[in-house]
């Protein structure tokens, strides 16, 4: 059974930073790209950012690039993303999902980031 365990967000001001953290388990982790979404409230989900496999990769929605950061760690079938100078418009639940720009999985229940001061 695929999962996905997103942890790591919270209520932060403006200017300041969280790491997501997405536990995989129920399919081979290192075998697939991975990517974040984010979905705010009367919003479409979109796309935030992507990693290869390997981690050579890494692709962003011009929205968070320069700010947002993600990275992976095979040995334990998690990825993260480090997101920095963060903005009330990145209010959002965050989730991870296997594949590049594409989700390929079901749906965890994500992690709700909240920027306000």
């Known amino acids: 059974q695929v999962q996905f365990v997103e942890s790591g967000g919270g209520l932060v001001q403006p200017g300041g930073s969280l790491r997501l953290s997405c536990v995989v388990s129920?399919?081979?982790?290192?075998?697939?790209?991975m990517s974040w979404y984010r979905q705010a409230p009367g919003n479409q989900r979109e796309w935030v950012a992507g990693?290869?496999?390997?981690?050579?990769?890494?692709n962003y929605a011009d929205s968070v690039k320069g700010r947002f950061t993600i990275a992976r760690d095979n040995a334990k079938s998690t990825v993260y993303l480090q997101m920095n100078s963060l903005k009330s418009e990145d209010t959002a639940v965050y989730s991870c999902?296997?594949?590049?720009?594409?989700?390929?999985?079901?749906w965890g229940q994500g992690t709700q980031v909240n920027v306000s001061s």
């Open positions: 999902n296997a594949g590049f720009r594409s989700p390929l999985k079901g």
């Open positions: 129920g399919f081979t982790f290192s075998t697939y790209a």
């Open positions: 990693i290869t496999t390997g981690g050579t990769i890494r």
